[in-house]
């Protein structure tokens, strides 16, 4: 059913008309989201029914003018810093076209995500390369590709990069440093990269790092562009970022002082805190570019510095909430004085965020007033008990099988952390825009599967 309503059709007017009815609320739903008449949800002007029809379940909504309105925010929260997208919250080939049309660069950490961005005609001087463990392929790519800078994150990457680019002979290698500061963001232990005992960068503490830097200085094929560090994901301080500021401008100043080299880049990774339910915090973004930028400044000037160009590389925080998840549901089983469980047609497979990490969320009925309500666990499909999407969700009463459920918040690291487990095909991305739908990722089908499987 297509949607009529002109107020659906605009990011603006339609966040507007959210706030009036204090439905969907903008900070967890695409900007675009829409609550209509009947519990109708509708996002970038398309019906979320529709796209059902459409397209099958799961499927996977992408709001363009929500990520687009990210883009901007931090471009302008920022000012003149760069902002590169980490492309492994979620990647396509019309995502890499619309980072670009936005003026953001791209992390990467493949050569996977790197054929993307090529495929895509993304420039090679605003693609950064990341991975603790390069391999010979993706780094090969990578210079293959043109002016990529390359963040190290071992010794052995050093010579062995330096090696690479000898035959080459043309440009200098660009790199940076992935520096490890010693700072607890106080985040979920498995995305926690800023600390010492973890797999990521060279340790500060340890010296590993300026020892780094002089073996760069030394490789007459290498041209060091600056220091780099992630200190997590989900973080919502920033006086962890201004102490990790400190800390590199610390090691850029010992650079300084022992090379005579001014470091011109300063990359503090991404991480940067996103809502995800109705319960989490909204979170100041331009607050949070203003005590970055002044702690870089702050911090170069007392070390008498010249003020490094700032990157950040936000992944979550520029694709998170553009993207909703639509399930239909395929079972309802009510566990007499427990629970009522209501079962969908993914799960797991399109989301294993909740079973990694304990990632909660909030879910919304489509096409079902929502009133009586009820507390229901919504689970997936797969041969897992620990399959669960979203415990403890307010949803209609009434709820049955063939009815559609759309999960909030579903845009970073779902569809690019999204397995075939159990043989169950990934879902397609559709985009929506002014009342329009296009499919830029295609379903997994079965004979996907069967195509890669080629040993009887
Ligand atoms: C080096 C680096 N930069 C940026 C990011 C993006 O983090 P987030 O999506 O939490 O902003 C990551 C995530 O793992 C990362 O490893």
């Known amino acids: 059913m297509p949607v009529t309503d002109d107020a659906a059709r605009s990011a603006g007017s339609a966040t507007a008309r959210l706030r009036e009815q204090g439905d969907l609320r903008p900070r967890i739903w695409p900007l675009t989201a829409c609550a209509l008449a009947g519990g109708e949800i509708s996002v970038g002007g398309v019906s979320l029914a529709e796209i059902a029809a459409r397209y099958g379940t799961p499927a996977y909504v992408l709001d363009e003018a929500d990520v687009r309105q990210r883009c901007r925010d931090y471009r302008q929260a920022f000012g003149d810093a760069e902002i590169a997208y980490a492309g492994k919250a979620f990647l396509c080939r019309a995502m890499v076209r619309l980072v670009d049309e936005e003026g953001l660069s791209l992390d990467v950490c493949s050569e996977g995500e790197l054929a993307v961005a090529s495929s ?46 000898q035959p080459l002979a043309r440009l200098r290698q660009r790199v940076l440093v992935r520096v490890t500061p010693d700072v607890d963001a106080h985040t979920h232990r498995a995305v926690a990269t800023g600390v010492e005992d973890q797999k990521f960068g060279f340790s500060l503490s ?44 610390g090691l850029m100043a010992a650079v300084h002082a022992e090379h005579g080299v001014t470091l011109p880049e300063l990359n503090l990774g991404g991480g940067h805190g996103v809502p995800c339910t109705e319960d989490d915090h909204d979170y100041d973004l331009a607050g949070f570019a203003a005590r970055i930028r002044a702690a870089v400044r702050g911090a170069c000037a007392s070390l008498r510095l010249p003020a490094p160009r700032i990157t950040v590389e936000p992944g979550r925080a520029i694709i998170s909430r553009a993207m909703v998840t639509l399930y239909r549901v395929v079972s309802v089983k009510h566990v007499a004085g427990l629970r009522t469980f209501v079962a969908v047609d993914g799960g797991m497979s399109d989301n294993p965020r909740s079973a990694l990490y304990g990632a909660r969320y909030s879910v919304r009925a489509v096409s079902r007033p929502a009133d009586p309500v009820q507390l229901t ?7 897992e008990a620990g399959d669960v999407l979203a415990a403890d969700v307010a949803l209609p009463a009434g709820t049955r099988p063939g009815d559609l459920l759309a999960v909030a918040c579903t845009g970073a690291y779902h569809h690019s952390m999204a397995s075939n487990y159990n043989m169950v095909g990934r879902p397609p991305v559709v985009a929506v825009r002014d009342g329009a739908a296009r499919l830029l ?12 499987d080629v040993g009887l």
């Not at 010296?207 to 973080?235: K, N, Y």
């Not at 666990?377 to 041969?383: A, L, P, S």
């Not at 990722?441 to 890669?452: L, S, Y």
Request: charged share 25%.
């Open 206 to 249: 340890t010296g590993a790092a300026a020892d780094a830097v002089r073996r760069i200085l030394a490789q007459p094929e290498l041209e060091l562009a600056g220091l780099h560090c992630h200190l997590g994901s989900q973080i919502t301080r920033p006086e962890a970022f201004e102490t990790a500021v400190r800390r590199l401008a």
């Open 441 to 452: 990722v295609r379903r997994e089908t079965a004979a996907d599967m069967r195509q890669r």
């Open 120 to 165: 895509a005609g993304f420039p090679a001087d605003r693609v950064l390369l990341h991975g603790n463990a390069k391999t010979p392929g993706d780094l090969r790519a990578a210079m293959a590709y043109g002016a990529v800078r390359i963040v190290l994150d071992s010794a052995g990457e050093i010579a062995r990069i330096a090696a690479l680019a």
């Open 377 to 383: 666990t919504v689970v997936g499909r797969h041969c």
